[in-house]
């Protein structure tokens, strides 16, 4: 069974601050994706990235960062320098079989405030 | 008029209502499907169509039917709905049934059962 933690229900922080947003799963398959979705006020889910199970490289995309640690089974997510724009709820998700959409898991969600 | 778009996008409906919902894809993609998402609770994958055929129904109630008359619309019959029904429902998308980034998602239908 798969199961993905979003243990920060509500996170609010000023304009400018550092934030990060943590994922733990749980898995017992060794191949498994996870992602991580922006959801803006608008309702729609904004797809951000993918990472694969067995690439536990960092990656950053401008002021996103993703830190990937099988070790520990996270998956956080680190925004610098939030701005006002960045709010939103923002979910982790994780897919063991990557070609049906019916494997996948996602978190609760965490609600991100970003105060000017 | 370009994405993924569900009419309408808010509804109220008593229990003994029959309700529909809308979503229309114009991305050309073949594989279509209905998301629920309660408060405090993960997103849950409801149904999923490919080529207009149902390949997933993830133990959904009878109370909820959807139809797919072609690649580009997907409905959400609603009837006999319960309160705990009422979430927000998004319709997604995606060229086929491979990988859960390849997913677009439409705004949402916001329901509420009176």
């Known amino acids: 069974a798969q199961k993905v933690t979003q243990a920060q229900t509500e996170i609010s922080v000023v304009e400018k601050e550092d934030v990060t947003l943590d994922c733990v799963y749980e898995?017992?398959?060794?191949?498994?994706?996870l992602f991580w979705y922006k959801q803006p006020p608008s309702g729609e889910l904004v797809f951000l990235i993918r990472r694969n199970s067995f690439d536990e490289q960092n990656e950053i995309s401008g002021r996103y960062s993703w830190n990937f640690q099988k070790s520990t089974s996270s998956f956080n997510f680190t925004i610098t320098a939030s701005q006002v724009v960045d709010s939103a709820v923002y979910f982790c998700a994780l897919s063991e079989d990557n070609t049906n959409a019916g494997k996948s898991t996602f978190g609760d969600g965490t609600t991100l405030t970003v105060k000017p | 008029e370009t994405g993924v778009t569900q009419t309408p996008r808010h509804l109220v409906m008593g229990m003994t209502n029959k309700k529909s919902l809308k979503c229309e894809q114009h991305?050309?993609?073949?594989?279509m499907y209905w998301y629920k998402q309660s408060a405090k609770k993960p997103l849950e994958l409801m149904f999923v169509y490919n080529f207009k055929e149902q390949t997933e129904n993830n133990s959904v109630p009878s109370r909820f039917s959807p139809e797919c008359p072609n690649s580009s619309h997907l409905f959400l019959h609603l009837h006999t709905l319960q309160p705990e029904d009422s979430a927000l429902y998004l319709c997604?998308?995606?060229?086929?049934?491979?990988?859960?980034?390849?997913?677009?998602f439409g705004p949402g239908t916001r329901l509420l059962v009176l």
């Open positions: 991305l050309g993609h073949n594989a």
């Open positions: 898995t017992r398959d060794t191949t498994y994706y």
């Open positions: 997604a998308s995606s060229q086929d049934l491979l990988g859960l980034e390849t997913q677009y």
